[in-house]
């Protein structure tokens, strides 16, 4: 089926302390993201890069000291989820290109107040070394880009506004998770999230919990957000990310995720994050998730280019 992608650049780095994610909209787009697209009978309106939103004043603050740049990521949080619905409302998939995992409180909210208003269950499926359960109290870090997941369920959540249609925790599903902290364990548990974290893939591989999880999507006639973190994958073939956690998904297993994906005709948004061009190796993280977003958009095995990254690209 070809559908309507439309690219939201999201050139957000408000959400943790190393800087760079805000060239991720710019390396996807020169990694070649619309041909990719295109080539598979898609058509594709590239927006360009949001904006922040103005956030009136005075100024909001948070009971927390750690949390920083919080004005900033709450003017994104505005802006993403307005252009998320205005891709919705088009009959278009967003592809929103990141920026750090923070952008997934704007965008996710715009899925959610998208869904509510068609009457239909959102779904979330997190790809993710972490997971984001943080709150802006909880947060030691203060990088609200740990919290992300917190918000969508609905969580306590000041000084954000509240999330437009918190997603139920049996329709968020997270894979790959293998960094939790303490008091994000605890929480996780209390609110019975699905975690298929390393060992369950390891033991079960990554088919069957996956196939699960979207035949409840399917009974449900819900709407899929995905939200792919660069760090889902092993470092070893995805460096370009400064939250890095050996032991992630293999190529295969990242490749076999999105064809699986592609094969459900669920996803109705993705968030492509984390990426940090600043510690890529020519282009090679860009690259893979391009290619990923390809293999869930019907890329086959044997349509893939060869690339060396040690010759020339």
């Not at 939201?8 to 780095?13: F, M, Q």
């Not at 004005?71 to 592809?95: C, D, F, I, S, Y």
């Not at 995905?226 to 190529?251: E, H, Q």
Request: glycine letters at 10%; aromatic letters at 6%; hydrophobic letters at 45%.
């Amino acid at each position: 089926m070809n559908r309507h992608c439309i690219l939201i650049g999201a050139p957000v780095d408000s959400g943790q302390r190393r800087p760079g994610c805000l060239m991720g909209p710019a390396a996807y787009r020169v990694a070649g993201i619309t041909g990719a697209l295109e080539a598979l009978g898609h058509q594709v309106s590239d927006r360009g890069d949001v904006s922040p939103a103005p956030v009136p004043e005075p100024a909001p603050s948070c009971p927390n000291p750690a949390v920083h740049h919080l004005t900033e990521t709450l003017g994104w949080t505005k802006a993403l989820a307005e252009a998320g619905q205005a891709a919705m409302a088009a009959g278009g998939m967003p592809v929103f290109m990141g920026g750090d995992h923070s952008l997934s409180l704007g965008s996710v909210a715009g899925m959610a107040a998208h869904a509510a208003s068609a009457g239909r269950p959102l779904f979330v499926l997190w790809l993710d070394a972490h997971s984001d359960f943080h709150t802006p109290e909880s947060t030691a870090s203060g990088n609200l880009h740990g919290t992300p997941l917190a918000y969508i369920a609905g969580r306590p959540f000041a000084p954000f506004p509240p999330f437009p249609a918190p997603v139920p925790p049996e329709n968020i599903a997270l894979f790959g998770i293998r960094s939790v902290d303490p008091a994000e364990h605890a929480a996780l548990l209390a609110h019975d999230i699905g975690i298929n974290d390393m060992r369950v893939i390891d033991e079960q591989g990554i088919t069957a919990p996956l196939r699960a999880f979207l035949e409840r999507v399917t009974a449900a006639r819900g709407l899929l957000h995905v939200s792919l973190d660069v760090d889902f994958m092993d470092p070893s073939i995805a460096p370009a990310v400064g939250t890095t956690v050996p032991g992630g998904a293999t190529f295969r297993e990242a490749h076999l995720v999105m064809e699986l994906l592609h094969d459900s005709g669920l996803v109705t948004s993705v968030d492509l994050v984390e990426l940090n061009p600043f510690l890529d190796e020519r282009g090679r993280t860009a690259h893979l998730m391009v290619d990923l977003l390809a293999s869930l958009m019907g890329r086959k095995v044997f349509d893939r280019p060869t690339r060396s990254f040690r010759g020339q690209v």
